[in-house]
């Protein structure tokens, strides 16, 4: 009897087991891809076509979801509530990944733990523009026109705690000069404004500006990378100019909630890699001076954290607070 109940019990094991629901591949729904901007500024272009890209061999549509505001959080709000099962994933860059956590007293979330670091996207570079009629022509001479009229230059930016805030910052620091910021709501109404000469100068990121650059409309005196970037290899770098380490770019990557599977990163990565190989893609990245850099989810990682480590310093000397 007793070997009876064994037996049957095991039948029954072995019924539930063939009656249970195969693990569904990932994907096997939609994917949201929220850009904390937005539509149709640098960083949605890059999200969608980087979307369109990745999505005939991811076989799920990628849907991009526009949170702009609050230097970004209120896209990781959004990221932050959503399960972390690989359907809700954001384009992220200097703000929430390098530059809150320094610049807000109390950041409701910790870019340390509270994200999955999915993969490194790349880096728009930014470069010194001033308008034509500035009497600058080189760096030399903007820091000393800049020094012989103390606290009479002011620059743009699109906003406060943005890439080509910091990267003035930065600047001034290792120039040390002293420069009146004017903050303005985006790139495009910045770019207006220094054209049309009502600021003189502003770290333009290549994304944005490349096509005012080449146009003439400003001039560029240098660019903010450890190399001279390729969609401008005539324009010096600072270090070669004598100003080490000013070294500032728009960095994005893919973040989601803590907690994602690691079959959804992986997926993830390796589909972003590929699409970053696609013509279409390599063809927009060349006209907006974008510079990839895929990698692991652990570059992605460590990468991130030196550079918080590195803005933090930064931001502290600056005396940049936003709440």
């Keep these: 009897m007793k070997r ?3 037996l049957l019990a095991a039948c029954l094991t072995l019924a539930a087991t063939s009656h249970a629901p195969a693990q569904t591949a990932y994907p096997s729904q939609p994917v949201r891809w929220i850009v904390p901007y937005v539509a149709g500024g ?6 969608r076509s980087l979307a369109e890209a990745m999505q005939p061999s991811l076989g799920q549509p990628i849907v991009i979801d526009n949170r702009p505001g609050a230097s970004t959080n209120i896209g990781v709000s959004v990221l932050m509530q959503a399960k972390p099962d690989g359907y809700t994933i954001m384009q992220a860059e200097n703000a929430a990944l390098l530059f809150n956590e320094h610049m807000f007293a109390k950041l409701p ?11 490194t996207i790349g880096r728009f570079p930014v470069a010194l523009v001033v308008h034509p009629d500035f009497p600058a022509k080189t760096v030399a ?4 026109y800049v020094k012989a009229n103390p606290d009479k230059v002011s620059y743009a930016s699109p906003g406060n705690g943005s890439p080509h805030h910091m990267a003035m910052e930065l600047f001034k620091q290792k120039a040390g000069i002293s420069i009146q910021h004017v903050p303005y709501k985006g790139a495009a109404p910045a770019m207006t404004d220094i054209m049309g000469g009502q600021v003189p100068t502003m770290m333009l990121d290549l994304a944005s500006g490349l096509p005012i650059i080449k146009s003439g409309k400003v001039r560029v ?5 450890p190399q001279r970037a390729s969609a401008l290899p005539d324009v010096p770098t600072f270090s070669e100019l004598g100003y080490k380490d000013v070294n500032a770019y728009a960095f994005h990557g893919l973040i989601g909630p803590a907690g994602m599977p690691p079959e959804a990163v992986n997926r993830i990565n390796a589909e972003l890699k590929k699409a970053m190989l696609a013509p279409k ?10 510079e990839a850099l895929p990698g692991t989810p652990q570059d992605f990682y460590k990468l991130s954290r030196a550079e918080s480590d590195r803005w933090g310093q930064i931001i502290k000397t600056a005396g940049v607070q936003l709440d």
Excluded: C, Q, R, W
């Design 4 to 6: 009876f109940l064994h």
């Design 42 to 47: 640098g960083t949605d272009n890059l999200a």
């Design 109 to 119: 979330y910790k870019p340390a733990t509270d994200f999955t670091y999915i993969g």
């Design 141 to 144: 001479e903007f820091v000393g």
């Design 221 to 225: 005196l240098a660019i903010a990378l």
């Design 281 to 290: 893609v390599v063809k927009l990245f060349s006209e907006f001076g974008f």
